[in-house]
């Protein structure tokens, strides 16, 4: 028989002298964050879950994020050539994953719908263990998931949303938004409208009959009216709209020598279709050169509208072109192209870039907060200054989490040389120009609350 | 006065593309007694077929440009269509702007085989089966059909342009006596409108005044009676759906220029298709076509921004609105025929 020297209180002692040992590295970071929340890591992985739309209008661009999600993965897992980790300022990320859980994803199909979307980030939150939900191309998607995370306790890196709603009146705090918005894209477009077309003209909007349509517009409206622009009749189009002809007529009947189109994907591709078809392009108005507009651009619909796009202007939350054309300051472009464009065999779209860097975002605030808990990602994304991801300096905003940087102003190319060559970047509209007060008329209603960690 | 006929003119294309729909609708009730709700789908697949011509005539080989450079720094891969090769350039280039009109030779035979293959290989099966059913079966192989062509050709519309020559547009109020400016219309919808014209007058010729035609609408009158006289009706009634197809994808071929085809543009043009062939009548090829313009001609005028400062939203109903006043003051639509569907 042999004599144990354990004692209980031994045992006690020890285990917490080592405890404290073991903690030690993340005790000054973590410990406040140390309760639980939802869908806490506690393997050597980590889920992250990609929402795009897989199916519908806009699954080409749920492809592409889906691609550049993809890829993400692969550059926080150290595989790959590191793409954007490489030029970003902050130096947290090294290829070990995050927090050293390699990081892995489920996907989801938004379809394009508020309903379809929420139904699979539940799914992904609920049955796959997803800590962060990420995608989408469309702001009625972006506001319905955006809020379900903030229920479940989950942080939300929205993927295409422009509308101003996304960071305006349905803004949460689990919720961030790299891709510009409405307001951004009036406030970078007037004044290179004025500059190019003059500022006596009048204008005639065709908007898309939801949310993005109504805050792009409105964005648009007081940006151009504000620059001198008259606005002589807006006009609702509904979604299902495929044929414009009988919306374009009109135009041809009033005073307008401006036609704005506030439509995106399939509606922007058919009405702009249907504009150059009337000969909207070739027709003087009021003595000048009548002109169209598309205030959100995105290659995948110029692709779309093929030559009809020559000499449109419009805006861009990025353009794969920058960093070749105007230097170092958008630096991080060149390398994700590279990532990317050798993986997939085409330059990637703004789509891709904003669900890349969000990725990468979201994974460098785990890091540098030391927990996944969404409000420790929410501390440390609040507020946060960045740059090497492709926009140049960009600051994601405490008040409202959105992020403000430079928007490309661009227009489509007369003669393009190849199919990825569709636009041209007109100028760079500085982020001072298009910041905006937290509490802008365009943006009011809403607050973002507190953050939930849920469980 | 210009708004109103800009407006006639355009509720006359948008119209064009009703009635060719609904009289290949009309056609396949009339003939097979089914509703087919993968008709819309024909009228995209027709679309594809221009789309396909299209990609094949510039099926290209590679040469490397080492003077220019792609997006990654590479010497330029450069896509050469064989038809360069074999007519050269010039000769070449011109082919690919006429695809779209050319590809009506191709979208012909291959509509009349896909209708044909649904005919034999599916509908059929259904020729006793209850509408319900019907509805349930062809509107699954339209769902299908439409994916697998979004497999294939991506979500977002593909460009199909017009040839060179047919782009732009004229100024009809100049010819009418009005201002310049005042009514321009697109020279591709004119030849839009002017093509469904030509091909409603053929489908009915050919139905009119041809033998076979003859016997087609003897099997549509009195389908046992035909039997009874030894003739195949069965036969006859399948290639009349081939035909049907083929209407409908002719529709969607000529389509391509006006909007860039997608694979959902079938779907966009059902509903309200089968809305034509109701108020035109069940049943009546005539009643199909001057509905399908009327209500092409109401839904322009319902568009315009005078009536929608009156009445906002009026243009996503009017059609339905019409249907609702036509079907209440006569139950068979204009030119219905007494028995069809009444049983």
């Known amino acids: 028989m042999t004599k144990s020297n354990f004692t209980r209180r031994g045992v006690m002692k020890t285990g917490a002298v080592a405890g404290a040992g073991l903690a030690t590295p993340t005790i000054f970071t973590s410990a406040v964050w140390a309760q639980g929340f939802t869908n806490e890591p506690t393997g050597d992985t980590v889920t992250l879950g990609f929402n795009v739309p897989q199916s519908g209008p806009y699954a080409d661009e749920g492809a592409d994020e889906l691609r550049a999600f993809q890829l993400a993965v692969e550059h926080l897992n150290g595989e790959g050539d590191g793409g954007m980790m490489q030029t970003f300022s902050s130096k947290e990320l090294d290829g070990t994953g995050i927090l050293g859980k390699r990081v892995e994803f489920v996907t989801g199909d938004t379809q394009t719908k508020s309903d379809a979307a929420r139904a699979s980030a539940r799914s992904m939150i609920e049955k796959d263990g997803a800590i962060m939900v990420s995608g989408g191309s469309s702001s009625g998607v972006a506001v319905a998931v955006q809020a379900l995370c903030q229920e479940a306790g989950v942080i939300f890196m929205a993927g295409l949303t422009h509308a101003n709603d996304t960071t305006g009146k349905d803004k949460k705090a689990n919720g961030f938004r790299h891709f510009f918005n409405s307001y951004m894209s009036g406030a970078a477009l007037a004044p290179i409208l004025a500059a190019q077309y003059g500022t006596d003209r009048n204008a005639y909007y065709l908007t898309a009959d939801y949310n993005w349509g109504y805050t792009t517009e409105q964005a648009v409206r007081e940006s151009t009216e504000a620059a001198g622009w008259n606005t002589v009749n807006t006009v609702l189009t509904p979604l299902t709209q495929t044929d414009f002809s009988s919306y374009i007529a009109p135009v041809l009947q009033s005073d307008a020598d401006v036609l704005v189109l506030v439509h995106y994907g399939g509606n922007m591709v058919n009405s702009l279709t249907n504009a150059v078809q009337f000969g909207l392009r070739e027709r003087q108005a009021n003595g000048k050169n009548f002109e169209i507009v598309v205030p959100l651009y995105s290659e995948l619909m110029a692709r779309g509208a093929g030559e009809n796009i020559g000499g449109i202007l419009g805006s861009q939350n990025w353009d794969w072109k920058l960093e070749n054309e105007l230097g170092a300051k958008y630096s991080g472009t060149n390398a994700f192209v590279q990532s990317f464009g050798t993986k997939y065999g085409f330059p990637p779209s703004q789509a891709a870039h904003t669900c890349y860097v969000q990725t990468l975002l979201y994974a460098d605030a785990v890091q540098r907060a030391g927990s996944f808990n969404p409000c420790a990602v929410d501390e440390a994304l609040s507020g946060f200054e960045f740059d090497g991801l492709g926009n140049g300096p960009t600051l994601y905003r405490a008040d409202d989490h959105q992020c403000f940087k430079d928007v490309v102003v661009v227009r489509g190319k007369e003669n393009p040389e190849n199919e990825f060559d569709l636009v041209e970047i007109v100028e760079v509209t500085p982020t001072e120009q298009v910041t905006y007060a937290p509490d802008h008329p365009q943006f009011a209603g809403g607050s973002l609350g507190a953050c939930n960690p849920g469980a | ?343």
Not at chain 2, 161 to 183: C, K, N, Q, Y
């Open chain 2, 1 to 343: 006065m210009e708004a109103i006929i800009l407006q006639v003119l355009n509720g006359l294309d948008k119209g064009s593309a009703y009635a060719l729909i609904a009289l290949g609708l009309t056609l396949i009730f009339g003939t097979l007694g089914v509703v087919n709700f993968a008709h819309g789908a024909l009228f995209m697949l027709g679309a594809f077929c221009a789309v396909t011509f299209s990609n094949l005539l510039q099926l290209s080989h590679t040469v490397i440009d080492e003077t220019r450079t792609d997006f990654l720094g590479n010497p330029l891969k450069v896509d050469v269509p064989y038809i360069y090769d074999i007519f050269g350039e010039a000769v070449g280039s011109s082919i690919i702007d006429w695809a779209v009109p050319l590809s009506i030779l191709f979208a012909i035979p291959v509509m009349i085989a896909l209708g044909v293959a649904m005919e034999r290989g599916l509908i059929r099966h259904f020729y006793k089966r209850p509408h319900a059913d019907q509805i349930l079966v062809t509107f699954g192989l339209a769902i299908v059909l439409q994916e697998i062509i979004k497999y294939f050709y991506g979500a977002n519309p593909i460009p199909t342009p017009a040839p060179e020559a047919f782009v732009g547009s004229f100024d009809f109020g100049v010819m009418l006596g009005f201002d310049p400016g005042g009514i321009v219309y697109p020279y591709w919808r004119l030849i839009y409108f002017l093509f469904a014209a030509f091909i409603i007058a053929g489908v009915f010729a050919f139905l009119q005044f041809t033998t076979f035609g003859m016997v087609v609408r003897a099997g549509m009158a009195d389908r046992e009676t035909v039997t009874l006289l030894g003739i195949d009706i069965d036969k006859r009634f399948t290639i009349m759906f081939g035909i049907a197809a083929a209407v409908a994808g002719l529709a969607g071929v000529m389509y391509t220029p006006i909007n860039s085809p997608n694979y959902h543009m079938g779907m966009d043009f059902l509903v309200l298709s089968f809305v034509v062939v109701v108020v035109g009548g069940m049943g009546s090829l005539p009643g199909a076509v001057l509905a399908g313009f009327l209500l092409g001609i109401i839904e322009a005028f319902a568009s315009m921004a005078q009536v929608l400062d009156i009445l906002p939203g009026i243009n996503q109903i009017i059609i339905y609105l019409v249907a609702i006043v036509v079907l209440l003051t006569r139950p068979r639509g204009l030119m219905g025929r007494k028995g069809v569907m009444e049983d």
